[in-house]
């Protein structure tokens, strides 16, 4: 009799937390029938996709940032335990696996973060949402050359709290356009208005008359 119940006595392959189960006393079983789950939550294994571009820049061993909307402003430290040999066709993306300590059990499996890490970056000019316009050659900035405008197209990288970071032909403290831009032309020439730091005003043109347009003018940079 013991050895028959020996032999329905199952074993957790691992030490975990068990789950719940939808059985109850008496219920017949198979060997395919799943009774309960085990979890070892000593630490937590996080999924997440990396950009096609970003590839080069993420290894094993990696440290990564978490967030969880369960531990608000709590930042948890892991780092990269396996990263994926292909590339996903579809999304262009390498799936990235980190682990997370998990001493406190505050994290449980199935549960959504925000993962965060640190990649070195080209260093790229950020400017006002304002000054990105656009026409059928593609998104672009009136840049200030002297006293004057310039067309100059840039590719937008990223949106950040009112600045757009680009790629383009915009170097250090250049001075961008970000009012009265529809009224400009190439060429248009423009002056710092009065009073106001770092804002550009029509200045005269042929025959006395103000060049069109009203412009204020701003520049940065972001890494």
Do not use: C, Y
């Not at 392959?13 to 939808?22: C, I, Q």
């Not at 094993?60 to 892991?78: H, S």
């Not at 335990?81 to 390498?94: M, N």
């Not at 190439?186 to 002056?191: F, W």
């Amino acid at each position: 009799a013991e050895l028959e119940l020996a032999k329905r006595i199952i074993h957790a392959p691992f030490a975990g937390t068990v789950g719940l189960t939808d059985l109850a006393v008496g219920d017949l079983v198979s060997s395919s029938k799943a009774i309960t789950t085990v979890d070892d939550m000593s630490t937590v294994t996080v999924a997440f996709d990396v950009a096609e571009n970003a590839v080069g820049k993420v290894a094993i061993g990696q440290a990564v940032g978490a967030t969880t909307a369960a531990l608000p402003g709590e930042t948890l430290a892991g780092e990269i335990s396996a990263v994926d040999s292909r590339i996903d066709p579809a999304s262009r993306t390498l799936r990235v696996e980190a682990r997370l300590p998990n001493d406190r059990n505050q994290l449980k499996p199935g549960m959504a973060v925000t993962v965060s890490l640190s990649i070195p970056g080209v260093p790229r000019p950020a400017v006002p949402s304002l000054a990105i316009q656009w026409d059928r050659q593609g998104s672009f900035v009136w840049k200030l050359d002297g006293d004057k405008v310039r067309r100059t197209p840039v590719q937008i990288i990223g949106r950040r709290s009112g600045t757009v970071t680009v790629a383009g032909d915009l170097g250090e403290g250049a001075q961008v356009v970000v009012e009265g831009t529809l009224k400009l032309r190439e060429g248009t020439t423009v002056a710092p208005a009065e009073g106001s730091s770092g804002s550009a005003a029509p200045a005269a043109g042929d025959g006395g008359r103000p060049a069109p347009g009203s412009a204020s003018a701003a520049g940065g940079r972001s890494g």
